[in-house]
């Protein structure tokens, strides 16, 4: 931020702002967010934010336009979402703030347009990114208490089978989980 500060003057940084803003508030659901429960990736912040921005424009995506367009029922952005899932070589800070914008994009893009156009659009991606982003989207249930986690895994998969299929293995082949 420091940075950007001077070389964009007070005017950029207030923009800058404004766009990680819109990136955290169009990330987070609206009925989570605040809870504990909203971040099962653990906090992330503005700089969180920044920082995967500019590892996702090293890899040819701008992340706050995408997720505009994602938000507003555009195919083409979500799949280019799932496709950055591969740019991760290890779980560190950008793919957990990557996992969580994952993860509310799921919940948000289901309450809006409903689970089927989103996993329409899953079903279209190679089979990596597709093991990928179910890693991503499974995660959080690793992160519940051990006594509440099988029920809670059977109730996932019962509740989106195409999501998380029977065959569906948690980090098959997926080098960062």
Request: proline residues 6%; hydrophobic residues 35%.
């Amino acid at each position: 931020m420091k940075m950007a500060r001077r070389r964009c003057g007070n005017r950029g940084l207030v923009v800058m702002s404004l766009a990680l803003s819109t990136i955290l508030a169009l990330s987070l659901p609206a009925r989570a967010q605040g809870t504990k429960d909203a971040t099962p990736f653990g906090p992330i912040g503005e700089v969180d934010v920044d920082q995967l921005m500019k590892f996702a424009r090293t890899r040819g995506f701008d992340l706050q336009p995408e997720m505009q367009r994602i938000y507003k029922k555009d195919e083409d952005a979500l799949a280019r979402l799932f496709g950055l899932s591969l740019g991760f070589k290890k779980f560190d800070k950008n793919a957990r703030t990557y996992g969580q914008i994952m993860y509310s994009c799921w919940l948000r893009f289901g309450e809006a347009y409903g689970v089927e156009l989103y996993l329409k659009v899953l079903d279209r991606q190679p089979e990596d990114v597709q093991q990928r982003v179910r890693d991503f989207l499974y995660y959080p249930l690793l992160r519940m208490p051990k006594e509440k986690r099988k029920e809670n895994q059977e109730e996932i998969r019962k509740m989106y089978p195409r999501l998380f299929p029977t065959d569906f293995q948690f980090g098959h082949n997926d080098p960062i989980f």
